[in-house]
């Protein structure tokens, strides 16, 4: 994967994770993950990004500041977090 294509891909899972439903986001590629083995690896690599925009800022956020105005934070639901780990060791 091309590096600049990756930092992409990084930078949108994470503002999903920071300002989305982490829920729903994490529920489809999951879907994915369980379902597709073609996709697994992409899969966990979203839901990794998802997750890491949730527990921190992501790095484009400080790059944008408009946005921080504009969406509000979501707070990590550390329960749901702590589900999810626990599926992917099952």
Known sequence: MNRDIETEIIQVCQL???YGDISVLVDYFLELFTQS????KQAAFCINEIIAGTVRP?????EHTQLKHCLPS???DMDYILRLS???RS
Not at 37 to 40: D, F, I, L, N, Q
Not at 58 to 62: G, H
């Open 86 to 88: 626990q599926s992917f």
């Open 37 to 40: 083995s073609v996709y697994r």
């Open 58 to 62: 992501p790095a484009v956020v400080s």
């Open 74 to 76: 979501a707070s990590p």
């Open 16 to 18: 999903l994770g920071h």
